[in-house]
């Protein structure tokens, strides 16, 4: 994602900028510099969010073709019911396996939707995590150019 390595350069610069003198946390930017940065950022995140969207839309397609896979299986295991209906046994033998492969089916959608829950929970979380980081950046920056630092009031 665009919008991530964006922020890791807005964090680096703010990291590395030099400090000013006689304070704890104030820093020099390049003023440019970080507006080009963040009016990047803007454009490139809606980018990421349509990116993110499509990976919940994928999520989608994955369960769709579990749900075709299962109903193939039942589709197959209903012929060989059918073939073999003339023998009661076989019959409820046949509907025994038909069920545990529904079972078994209705496990594994539920695995892989848990797993692609967790999967794009995680890579949101650690989108939310980058965000706030910047934001917090931001509001800093922000903070310090309008004169509400802690510079300004001890000095």
Known sequence: MESLN???KILNEIAEAR???LSRDGALVNR???INLLTDLKRKLPQDILQANHLLANKEAIIQEGRIAAQEIV???SAEANRLISQTEIVQ???LKAQEILDEVDQE???MRNETDE???ARLASFEITLNRTLTAVRRGRDKISGNSTFNDQG
């Open 93 to 95: 033998s046949a509907n």
């Open 119 to 121: 999967y794009i929970d």
């Open 6 to 8: 964006l922020i890791e």
């Open 75 to 77: 589709q197959q295991a």
């Open 19 to 21: 400090s000013v003198p």
């Open 32 to 34: 440019q510099e970080m």
């Open 109 to 111: 959608l539920a695995k």
